[in-house]
């Protein structure tokens, strides 16, 4: 989850515990509803989350998952809050700031069954991936295409 935070300073802990189970409810449903009984969710912790599904699926699933979250944030955000699209909170010295609304950054990094991956390896390139794909607005998916000679890039939901 992007900017995830902001969203603890301003609702509090108890708000953010109930975010963070929307983000899990919202994976939950997707793989439900896109995915196969073989398909994994864990959470790794914080705002981060792990899906291990069949590339097959993963856009259907990762699209479904961004839906489901930005359908139900509204429930999650005070309405004020809600209708300008930020929060406001205070900075490190103590300086109103705007930080946009939470939004969901999903990455996808294939792994073969070939045991070419590890887990050093799959953690660099989904941290490489993440930290380049939270720089861009809203709610995405980056599928890790290098394999296929491409860089990733992200894409909105309407294009996943």
């Given at each position: 989850m992007d900017r995830f935070k902001a969203?603890?300073?301003?609702?509090?802990?108890?708000?953010?515990?109930?975010?963070?189970?929307?983000v899990a409810e919202s994976l939950?449903?997707?793989?439900?509803?896109?995915?196969q009984p073989e398909d994994f969710l864990g959470h790794v912790g914080g705002?981060?989350?792990v899906l291990a599904v069949a590339p097959e699926r993963a856009e259907?699933?990762?699209?479904?998952?961004?839906?489901?979250?930005e359908t139900g944030l509204g429930r999650h955000v005070?309405?004020?809050?809600?209708?300008?699209g930020?929060?406001?909170?205070?900075?490190r010295r103590r300086r109103p700031v705007r930080v946009?609304?939470?939004?969901?950054?999903?990455?996808?990094?294939?792994?073969?069954g070939s045991g070419e991956w590890n887990l050093l390896k799959l953690g660099e390139a989904t941290s490489e991936l993440k930290l380049s794909a939270k720089r861009r607005p809203g709610s995405k998916l980056v599928m890790d295409r290098r394999g296929a000679g491409t860089r990733p890039e992200?894409?909105?939901?309407?294009?996943a």
């Open positions: 969203y603890n300073d301003r609702y509090g802990f108890a708000r953010g515990d109930t975010l963070i189970c929307h939950r449903q997707a793989l439900r509803a896109c995915g705002d981060d989350f259907a699933i990762a699209a479904d998952a961004i839906r489901r979250f005070d309405p004020a809050d809600f209708a300008r930020y929060v406001e909170v205070a900075d946009p609304l939470p939004t969901l950054t999903i990455v996808g990094v294939p792994v073969s992200p894409r909105a939901p309407s294009e």
